[in-house]
């Protein structure tokens, strides 16, 4: 040990000392009592490791996850993604972030640790009902970046896609063909 660190240890023992109770300090000297070592885990951790298990225990659908997180910043729910290992984009909105999360605990509950990243975004993909949030979310998707990694999503959605087309239209044509079908499809409904 250096000499700074042995000095920033002996200031830590003696403001420990200083926060001594006089009867538990009186114990203390009189060899009553011990000095242990507890590492403690920043706050933020403590707080994911509660909403994690809470959510496991308690939530059974979409809506009761996101019940569970309506109380947090965008800040905080990009910490906890960070923090159960969700990949995150910058212009995630919250109700993406929801989504992400949902998914992540409803994949968990059914006990599949190795799902494939296509499955994956697809079962997020299909839960967005705004075409304008699905295509921010599956731009700013690491998975599926490349174009490439596009065309292997659209071919995983059964959708049809020339490698001719731009990744933009590319990205356009899942998303219409996944969320913009089904919102017409209820606007249908709706009218009849």
Do not use: W
């Not at 923090?83 to 994949?107: A, P, Q, V």
């Not at 599956?138 to 959605?157: I, S």
Request: net charge positive; charged share 35%.
């Amino acid at each position: 040990m250096s000499k700074q660190e042995s000095i920033i240890v002996l200031n830590r023992l003696i403001k420990f000392i200083e926060s001594l109770p006089s009867n538990h300090y009186d114990t203390f000297i009189n060899g009553g009592g011990k000095i242990q070592f507890v590492e403690t885990k920043p706050k933020s951790q403590l707080q994911f490791e509660k909403l994690r298990d809470k959510i496991q225990k308690e939530a059974e659908k979409e809506e009761d996850v996101e019940s569970h997180l309506k109380k947090y910043s965008k800040k905080d729910l990009l910490s906890f993604c960070e923090y159960i290992n969700i990949t995150t984009g910058n212009r995630d909105t919250k109700e993406i972030l929801y989504k992400k999360i949902s998914c992540f605990f409803s994949m968990k509950h059914r006990r599949v640790h190795e799902i494939d990243p296509l499955e994956r975004v697809a079962f997020i993909l299909r839960e967005f009902e705004n075409v304008q949030e699905a295509r921010e979310y599956l731009c700013g998707e690491e998975t599926v970046k490349k174009k490439t990694d596009l065309m292997k999503l659209a071919k995983y959605l059964e959708i049809q896609v020339t490698q001719k087309k731009t990744k933009q239209e590319i990205t356009d044509r899942i998303v219409e063909s996944v969320v913009g079908s089904r919102g017409r499809g209820n606007s249908i409904k709706e009218r009849v």
